[in-house]
């Protein structure tokens, strides 16, 4: 048997209202960090990350992932240079005056003061800002400038750093995530997002029926998941396509693939990787899925 296209259409189906309430919530924090006295002098961008900013969201009530990016500093790494270049970027590299912890701080001060500390948890790594003044509840991600290089000066790519609780700098890349996605959806026929949405959705019903556990398979790495399948894959029957996809899934070896962006590993012991063992059980879930429906 095989999961009914009415199933797969409902689970493809994509829902403009959510997206509409996480731009302005956005919209609203953005306003309240650019028009603070507390952060006049500091140079960020913000803008929306993860399921919302894809057009992957399969729930509505989902905290938003708002990143808030400092610009006035970047961290690096430097390994990817040569001695010589490195020895160069130490020579022209100075202390910044004004650090991604201070900045964190200040995020946090603000968002107290306008929406009330008891609706801003800043234990974790983002800042949970959860109140009935905002459309929906936020995750505030608060980063700065990160540069990979692989020449010096000019040859880096360009990402995100912050730091967990343990003080362990995590590094992304969330603008590519995205760019990325969007040249897949079209090499696709528009066929990838929604595929996304089935994807996920199908992994939240296993979780609902106790066949998997959501913290083992988070919809960032679906994504990435699916990112990886050849474009040939994406058919435009429903059922044909996500057969196609799940042979291909049940019998590649997927453990060195990439993310979305393009440049990190996928799979790894790192605290932006996932755990292979995971992703055979989601694969090994939606096959089952897949032939017991």
């Known amino acids: 048997m095989a999961i009914d296209s009415g199933t797969l259409e409902s689970w493809a189906q994509y829902d403009s209202g ?3 309430s996480a731009k302005r919530t956005h919209n609203r924090i953005q306003n309240e960090l650019q028009s603070s006295n507390t952060l006049a002098d ?3 961008d913000t803008y929306l990350q993860g399921s919302y900013a894809n057009y992957t969201i399969v729930r509505a009530s989902s905290d938003v992932d708002i990143v808030v990016q400092l610009k006035d500093v970047y961290y690096v790494d430097l390994s990817g240079l040569t001695p010589d ?3 160069r970027w130490r020579r022209n590299s100075g202390d910044p005056d004004y650090s991604w912890q201070a900045f964190r701080t200040d995020v ?6 306008r929406f009330g500390s008891s609706a801003v948890d800043p234990v974790g790594k983002a800042i949970e800002v ?3 003044k905002l459309p929906l509840n936020a995750d505030v991600l608060v980063c700065a400038d990160h540069r990979d290089y692989y020449n010096y000066p000019n040859g880096y790519h360009s990402g995100i750093a912050f730091f967990d ?4 700098k995590i590094v992304n890349y969330p603008k590519q995530h995205i760019s990325k996605g969007s040249t897949k959806q079209s090499s696709t026929n528009d066929r990838f997002k929604e595929t996304v949405r089935i994807f996920k ?3 939240n019903y296993l979780v609902d029926n106790n066949a998997l556990n959501k913290e083992n398979v988070p919809s960032y790495f679906i994504e990435n998941l699916l990112y990886n399948v050849p474009d040939g894959r994406y ?3 429903k059922q044909d396509r996500v057969e196609k996809i799940l042979r291909y899934l049940n019998t590649t070896d997927y453990s060195n693939w990439t993310c979305q962006n393009g440049i990190t590993d996928m799979f790894g012991s790192g605290p932006a990787e996932w755990n292979t063992r995971y992703a055979d059980q989601y694969v090994d879930a939606m096959v089952t899925l897949w032939d017991n429906w």
């Open 235 to 237: 058919t435009y029957d």
């Open 42 to 44: 500091a140079n960020f």
């Open 201 to 203: 959705r199908a992994r």
């Open 165 to 168: 609780l343990t003080n362990t």
């Open 18 to 20: 959510p997206i509409d």
């Open 130 to 132: 959860d109140t009935s």
């Open 85 to 87: 270049e490195r020895d």
């Open 108 to 113: 946090v001060d603000v968002l107290e003061s």
